[in-house]
């Protein structure tokens, strides 16, 4: 037990043994983390105030919280290095093939710095900030947060996309939060050549003017004839909503109401015709 004891004596605090270096490790991960949450709470603290006094860009704030705590970590292994002698060596080697090494660590990391380079200009020229409202690719939602690798989107169907900041960067997306929020709704509806389209467009108009959604401060629901077609002048309606949120509730909610009022007032909606001639017929007819 003696030996025991005398061994931990004289190795626990030696930078040169094998538990010493466990040892340091551990308490450098510890300062570390300590240090890192205790920096990013004030930070969190300082950057709510910002935001909410001063109306500064929330994106920025929460992007640099990442790279604080990187800077903090990167700093602890520095320290952590510099106090294990057997570390010196290795260190004066790698820099000594710095090039190398250098070559080898970007090839390896390609993906992880190209997200991280993205993440910078996203936050530097702000093509998505956090809270605004975004279309990419077939998917509609809510940008949550922007990370030093990745960006969160919440969909409509509270699915959460994680998606790499180079694709951000490198993909074309549909952004409704950039400049102003408002959209245009446009609901399309055939009518048939025996309605009065006069009528037709009464209606619709009353019904979009009836909605809940529709932004009054902008132009009046007006709707135009777009196409006669081959069985229905189809007639579309045109309403501006205020959010991006409200473009489909309001969209759906019109071809609902706008189908119960044609009912209502004798307003057909034609379908297609096909009439079906049997070739036994034709030969039939021939004869």
Known sequence: MKEVLN????????????????????????????????????????????????????????????????????????????????????????????????????????????????????????????????????????????????????TWDQRRLIIPNSTISSSTLVNYSHTDPKMLVHVEIGISYDSDIDKARNFMIDEAVKSEYRLKSEQEPFVRVIEVGEYAIVMRLYMWVGIPDNFYLAKFQLMERIKKRFDSEGIEIPFPYRTVVYKKDLEAAAA
Do not use: C, W
């Open 7 to 154: 061994y931990l004596k004289d190795n626990f605090s030696n930078p040169d043994a094998t538990l010493g270096i466990i040892f340091y490790a551990l308490i450098t991960l510890l300062i570390v983390i300590i240090v890192a949450a205790i920096v990013r709470r004030i930070f969190g603290r300082i950057s709510e105030t910002a935001i909410r006094k001063f109306k500064a860009d929330e994106t920025s704030f929460h992007f640099m919280k990442g790279v604080i705590s990187i800077i903090i970590y990167f700093a602890g292994a520095v320290v952590f290095v510099s106090l294990i002698p057997r570390l010196h060596a290795l260190m004066s080697a790698l820099l000594a093939s710095a090039g190398i090494t250098a070559i080898v660590i970007g090839l390896a990391a390609q993906n992880t710095l190209s997200n991280i380079v993205s993440g910078f200009l996203i936050t530097i020229f702000k093509p998505v900030r956090i809270k605004d409202i975004v279309t990419i690719g077939q998917d509609y939602g809510t940008v949550e947060d922007i990370t030093l690798m990745y960006t969160v989107v919440k």
